[in-house]
């Protein structure tokens, strides 16, 4: 009902949600139908500044907006809330937050059990860091250290996941024999031009899901902007940027996997 | 004077003056809250940031000095209309009198300093 007759952009539109969302949060304190109220009065306001200026609202517009308006720390110091900074911690804040590092510890000493506790250990990082009101730096993720650690394994394993099946594959000398039984045989296992081809299929493989990576990004905007919020700090995401950094290090690394494959002529 | 202290001062002083100004602002006409900041900038820029306009006038609200319908609107959300309340025209009334009092009292301080 409230944003139908508001014609802004996507980016826009995310900004302004995010927010009213930060607005949420920073009223936590006051009854929810006061908070209601007043994001209904900012979406009033939002409304009529869009009839003042009559046009389709830009990411910046909104930016602009926002700076009018003022900060969420400094709408909720004018309803006499106090600054977060000055709030005592919360104890289920800074419970989540030590048992996400203990679970972190545990993982690295009991390899079998790390990748579980290491996802538990996120997802109590993530809800400790979505309840606390505590940090608002840009840079709060890094007071969540088990959050950091599984965000990487997470972008390794999404990178470079097509090398694990091949690896080890080869390394047992059966990839080649697989792909090509017939010039297998020719090629020494522990040789430089086997592993020089191995590689060369690990990256060709790599390279392509690169491409498909972009595109699937490209379609799950949203998703990917939910997922990266705690180190985008609510920013919109340059979902744009990333796709075109992947598709052509995706295009540069399998051409480049392509030449040294044909170079190398295992047939 | 340090600029910090300067601010603070500021910060304080239009503080207390922007509810002066609304209440009356109101008291010449019924406005929602967009319409309330417009008048409140175009008045000399007692407002610095137009988001803690709401929060003063929900304090009114609470204590009485204004009240507020709900009106639909065709162009998005419901918009919340102000006015002043009997009980906030007697207040201002004094408020008034009494920031005529503060504002001649700071004049004589002053005397014919120009500084």
Redesign the interface.
């Known amino acids: ?2 944003r139908a ?2 014609t802004m952009n996507r980016q826009a539109e995310l900004r302004w949600s995010t927010y009213l969302e930060e607005i949420r949060l920073a009223l936590q304190p006051l009854p929810q139908q ?1 908070i209601e ?2 994001v ?12 003042t200026q009559g046009s389709r609202l830009s990411e910046q517009d909104i930016a602009a907006l926002i700076a ?3 900060s969420p720390r ?2 909720a110091e ?3 809330i106090q600054a977060p900074s000055e709030q005592p911690i919360a104890a289920l804040d800074l419970a989540l937050l030590f048992a996400s590092l203990l679970l972190l510890l545990v993982s690295l000493l009991i390899p079998g059990v790390g990748p579980l506790l290491l996802i538990a250990g996120a997802v109590l990082a993530r809800t400790a860091m979505q309840k606390s009101t505590v940090m608002s730096s840009p840079y709060r993720y890094l007071g969540y250290p088990v959050l950091v650690v599984a965000y990487m394994v997470l972008a390794v394993i999404c990178l470079l996941w097509p090398l694990m099946p091949v690896l080890p594959v080869a390394a047992t000398g059966g990839l080649l024999s697989t792909l090509y039984p017939e010039s297998a045989t020719s090629m020494a296992k522990d040789s430089g031009q086997y592993w020089n081809t191995v590689w060369s299929v690990a990256a060709i493989v790599t390279g392509l899901w690169w491409l498909l990576s972009s595109v699937l990004i490209s379609s799950r905007d949203k998703f990917l902007q939910r997922l990266l919020q705690p180190f985008t700090n609510r920013d919109a995401l340059p979902v744009a940027t990333l796709c075109l950094v992947l598709r052509w290090a995706g295009a540069v690394l399998a051409a480049t996997a392509l030449a040294v494959f044909i170079i190398n002529k295992p047939f | 004077m340090s600029a910090s202290f300067l601010n603070n001062w500021e910060t304080q002083v239009r503080k207390g003056l922007v509810e002066l100004c609304i209440l009356n602002i109101l008291s010449r006409q019924e406005l ?4 309330i ?1 417009r008048a409140l900038i175009e008045s000399g820029g007692i407002v610095t ?4 306009i ?5 304090r009114l609200r609470r204590e009485g000095l204004i009240e507020a319908t709900l009106i639909e ?1 065709d ?6 209309y102000y006015r002043l309340s009997p009980r906030g025209r007697s207040t201002l009334k004094q408020m008034n009198h009494l920031w005529g009092d503060i504002a001649a009292s700071v004049g004589e301080s002053r005397g014919g300093n120009s500084e």
């Not at chain 1, 209904?40 to 009839?51: A, G, I, K, M, R």
């Not at chain 2, 709401?54 to 929900?58: D, R």
């Not at chain 2, 162009?75 to 919340?80: E, H, L, T, V």
């Open positions: 009902m409230t007759t508001i006061e109220d007043i209904e009065e900012l979406e009033s306001h939002l409304c009529s500044d869009v009839d009018r308006l003022g400094h709408m004018a309803y006499g | 929602y809250g967009y319409d900041v940031s137009e988001g803690t709401y929060p003063l006038l929900s609107s162009r998005g959300p419901a918009r919340k």
